[in-house]
């Protein structure tokens, strides 16, 4: 925790544990409410009910058979009668209202009299809901209207009254609004999308930028943005270590949205709708030594243990939660690997973890009622200098999400955002008279 910095945010092991416990019995219920919506489903059976050597955090109760949240989380999503909900999407943009199902379990006399959403005192009747199922297991569809929601996380209460005026299940909505992203920039922004995975919601956000096949070297503030993890042709090369050069002498910055690395588990990416990482043989970026660092990305989601990634008080995560484990917000763009032993001149969001696909075979050998061994820290966003410039590095999953995704299209300008900051630092400094006499030297 120390050496993340983590101890600047949870004030213990026990209160960094207890966030994790938070975040788990949220997903569980997640994943419970699924199974009990679907109506072919006759059963489920939870892998662990307890936790034990190497199942150190799935388990419902602990070592010392003490409940946590996550148990308490089963327990209310299995009670009887029910409503579940779900939105088309969780995470919004200003002005959006979401459609959402409603699914009741156990209802088993007359559909309820009334079905409100509420957020604090204002209250928003759902009306005239079309309903299909069985008596026992109805289905319905309805709006969260824009005017419940603000800015930030919006937890949403949903009730069901029957005809006595009495609450017969309720339950909550998690949302999360972001504000509207910037739309210009001070530098000049360079892309190479050679796929054209992020273009489109540059186009529509009306940022400006050049496409690199159509740049032109110049002396001036620079963020490059490179999309891919290498070049989809070697030509492509000569203006890549163009751009480096200029990184180099500090008129620009770099941002690589999947950087160039060894993987520990490049299949796995797929899982969490990243790109498949390319074999480090045949990654030309690195194999032509343009890029400047060796790095090793190791998966670190979760498995049977706690693995959770903390998004930290930075320009990066403005308008998002931070200082706190990526929950429900960060849904999406959540990483799956984290460079693993990484110096950096800055680390806005770090992960702990002990997890390791490639060690499989002896990890059997290393199972103690103590846990995992071989715990290790990553980092998911790193700013490391190179020469007088800036690399930005990200193993957010951005690059497939942000055409849909708002969380993720807000980390984007807020990336590039952060590039223009670094501009601006370097010329104030530039100005300040200490430095302009040791230039003048």
């Known amino acids: ?38 109506k072919d489903v006759s059963g489920y059976c939870i892998h662990a009910f307890t936790d034990g050597d190497w199942i150190l955090g799935a ?9 946590k949240l996550v148990y308490h989380a089963i327990a209310e999503a299995n009670k009887m009668p ?6 088309e999407r969780r995470n919004l943009r200003e002005g959006d209202s979401v459609k959402f199902d409603i699914v009741l379990r156990g209802q088993n006399e007359k559909i309820p009299a009334q079905i409100e959403l509420s957020k604090g005192e204002v209250v928003f009747k759902l009306n005239e809901l079309k309903w299909s199922g069985e008596s026992n297991f109805q289905q319905s569809q309805a709006y969260i209207p824009s005017t419940l929601l603000e800015t930030g996380l919006n937890t949403i209460s949903i009730r069901a009254y029957n005809h006595q005026g009495e609450v017969e299940c309720k339950n909550t909505i998690e949302l999360f609004l972001t504000p509207k992203p910037f ?14 995975d992020i273009t489109p919601f540059l186009d529509q956000s009306g940022l400006a930028y050049t496409a690199l096949c159509d740049w032109t070297k110049v002396d001036q503030a620079s963020t490059f943005l490179f999309v891919p993890e290498d ?42 709708e990243a790109s498949r990482a390319p ?33 930290k008080q930075h320009p990066i995560f403005n308008g998002l939660p931070s200082n706190c484990m990526m929950d429900e917000p960060y849904h999406e763009v959540a990483p799956a690997e984290s460079f693993y032993e990484l110096e950096a001149e800055e680390a806005p969001a ?57 969380v993720a299209q807000l980390l984007l300008s807020n990336l590039l955002r952060y590039s223009d900051s670094l501009h601006a630092q ?15 030297q």
């Open 82 to 87: 029910s409503i579940l909900c779900f939105p």
């Open 350 to 406: 770090q992960t702990i973890t002990w997890f390791r696909p490639e060690d499989i075979e002896t990890k059997a050998q290393k199972r103690t009622y103590l846990g995992g061994e071989d715990l290790w820290h990553g980092t998911d966003i790193a700013i490391k200098a190179h020469g007088e410039g800036n690399v930005i590095l990200s193993t957010l999953i951005l690059r497939r999400k942000v055409a849909h995704d708002p």
């Open 1 to 38: 925790m120390a050496a993340c910095e983590f101890d600047k945010i949870y004030d213990d092991v026990d209160s960094f544990c207890r966030a994790s416990q938070a975040v788990q019995a949220r997903g569980n219920l997640r994943q419970l409410e699924a199974l009990l919506s679907n």
């Open 279 to 311: 074999a480090i043989e045949s990654n030309q970026l690195l194999q032509s030594g343009i890029f400047p660092f060796k790095l090793l990305a190791r998966p670190s989601f979760s498995f049977w243990e706690s693995s959770m990634h903390i998004a």
């Open 231 to 272: 070049v989809s042709s070697k030509s492509d090369l000569v203006a890549i270590e163009t751009a480096m050069h200029c990184v180099q002498c500090g008129t620009a910055n770099i941002l690589f949205l999947e950087a160039p690395a060894e993987h520990g588990s490049p299949q796995m990416l797929e899982e969490y």
């Open 426 to 440: 370097k010329a104030s400094e530039a100005m300040r008279p200490e430095t302009a006499a040791n230039t003048a």
């Open 183 to 196: 739309t210009s920039l001070d530098s000049d922004l360079v892309v190479y999308d050679p796929d054209g």
């Open 59 to 67: 388990g419902l109760i602990d070592h010392w058979q003490r409940p």
